[in-house]
């Protein structure tokens, strides 16, 4: 299976394991058919410092969910990851294109907090 | 000592202390200000006519000790840029000396001679009238500095250029702790309707004054206790959460991403430089360049949420407070610029001459849309503000807002509901807060709808987010709990941790029960937000304003937003039933 390149960027204090400060950008090289879970762990993020993630901008994460592990990567895909801190009021989120697993997840939890 | 209403009349110049009518008497802030609107305005004069009148009220906890982050002023009348019934609040130092002066509300009416223009100073001795002609045709920088010198340590209220020109986006300032101009009561024009009354800056001077009158201190005290620890707990509003470290603008790079920052006049959803203005760049640009700017400012004595800034100049130096996220988008994505120099400078154009940023940038993005510059052209954009500071009538056009900019460089993609610019969220991509710009009595609006829980909004909190069902009456709970919280003097970032805890929830709820002396519930909360809204409702109405007007543009039904490529697409019926309610009861 031959590799894949991904653009990510990371914003809040997790910029720093892509060598930035508040925000970073980077390509980063992954095995054919890895999914989100395999670029966090590369890039050593750890599940209490992620925040919201987004694949090609949908919601796919939010803070102190985990339902974007399972996503699978293909070449070129963008992903963004916004630290723990971030926040994203309800009111400015309801109605977002969201992934099938976080949609289930929310609907499991109720989606309306501004905790995620 | 009960409050008073302080009623100004600017054709005789006179001064007149009253009591507060039964009617009103339970209001604070925006309750007050559309309740006096509702019955004092008639609702078919002209915004910049005599009719017309400007009331400006603290919020109910105002002003009272150590209730936290609640030193919100509300400005309402009817509005030049929408025609509509308006409220518009801010923080800054006015609220908190309004109210210890115990005053519950100061209406200003009348119409001067022509070209007579004034500024006032209100005491706990009464109102001085004094001659402005020394301070027309100054922004409010100049303003600011000016009345301290000779009234140190007040709040200074006032217009700046665009109000003098009785501009349809002109705005209130407000001065903030360090006496600069950042605070805006901005959106809707009323700047003008201060100029229509003549009067250039109002001084507030507290001292001596006799304080907010608490009816029930332990209740009081033990509710503003629950919500200042909910404010400190919760993840978004406690020290170095995201709002304390990265001020509003921690939203750019998240909207982006979802595909819904609005960027080149609405024609697209993501922005390429969106993390160069963003609140990350911000803190990045603060600690580089080491001097007096900061994140983490509080707009107000008070506030413990601090989600304002001070930008600095290359060389360190304080340019401009605040540059939120609103400002970022308007000024930058929505224009095409990246450069975060270039948007703090126009910001700090806006904040001198009297402008809301809002509109401003959205005006300018109409602009560039119909061939007066390239979008992207950052030094362009900074000029157009020379246009209005020189009174011409380029500077008069873009001044008058949106819709008047699109007729007059023939654009037909027009971002507004009730002749009001949208803010910073496209309602292709996040469809909730659509409904809400559709249908507030205040026309697009993202503060008008602010998320409470579900069990007081008395909807289920697990609704499908990509269904219209149920979302007509989420929007109207929102509204409802936001009018409220407009009345409480409360930022309305507290709406952040109350919605996540209960207890937070209910300490907002006590402490103005406390301050009142009212018997108050969650419910109550919102059945006190709908009696607001109804009369903003009925207000426009009386203005001729019908269901049809409850409609986001007509592009965003057939033009679709990139990346999604979606269309607005909810049904007209399901926005009716958002206010289906008033005329029932």
Known sequence: MPSITVNVSLYGAIAKYAGGHHVAQAEIVLDGNSNIGDLLDKLTISAEEKGYIFKNAVLCDVPGFDAARDELLCEGDHVGIFSIQHMWPYQYRDGVRMSEALTRALNEKGAMHNTY | MARKLLRINMSDLKATYEDIPKKWAKWGGRGMTSAIVFDEVDPACHPLGPHNKVVIAPGWVTGTPAAPSSGRSSFGGKSPLTGTIKESNAGGLSGQKIAKLGLAAIILEGTPAKDQWHYLVITKDGVEFKDASDLMGKGMYEIDEILWKDHPKTAVIGIGQAGEMKLSNAGISINDPENKPGRYAGRGGLGA????????????????????????????????????????????????????????????????????????????????????????????????????????????PGCIIQCSNIYPDESGKALVSCLEYETAFSLGSNCGIDDLDTIARMTRECNDLGLDTIEAGNSIAIAMEGGLLEFGDAEGALKLFDEIRNKTPLGRILGQGVEATAKAFGVHRVPTVKGQSMPAYEPRAIKGIGVTYATSPMGADHTSGYTIAPEIAGVSGKLDPLTDEGKADLSLAFQASTAFIDSSGYCLFVAFPILDIQTG????????????????????????????????????????????????????????????DVVWSMADEELDKVYAWVHED
């Open chain 2, 193 to 300: 309707v201060i100029g229509a009354r003549g009067i250039k800056a109002i001084v507030i001077d507290d001292s001596g004054g006799p304080g907010v009158e608490i009816a029930n201190k332990g209740l009081f005290e033990k509710g503003r206790k629950n919500l200042t620890e909910a404010i400190q707990e919760h993840a978004l509003t406690k020290k170095d959460g995201g709002l304390n470290a990265y001020g509003t603008d921690v939203l750019m790079n998240i909207i982006n991403e979802a595909g819904g920052l609005p960027t080149r006049n609405f024609s697209a959803g993501q922005f390429e430089g969106a993390a160069k203005i963003s609140g990350e760049a911000i803190a990045e640009v603060v600690e580089k360049r080491d001097g007096e700017g900061m994140t983490g400012h509080g707009c107000h």
């Open chain 2, 505 to 564: 929830f209910e300490g907002m709820v006590d402490s103005v029960a406390g301050v009142m002396g009212m018997d108050l519930t969650g419910d109550d909360a919102i059945a006190l937000g709908k009696e607001i809204l109804k009369m903003e409702r009925l207000f426009n109405e009386r203005a001729g304003f019908t269901k049809e007007d409850d409609r986001l543009p007509e592009f965003m039904r057939y033009e679709k937003l990139p990346p999604h």
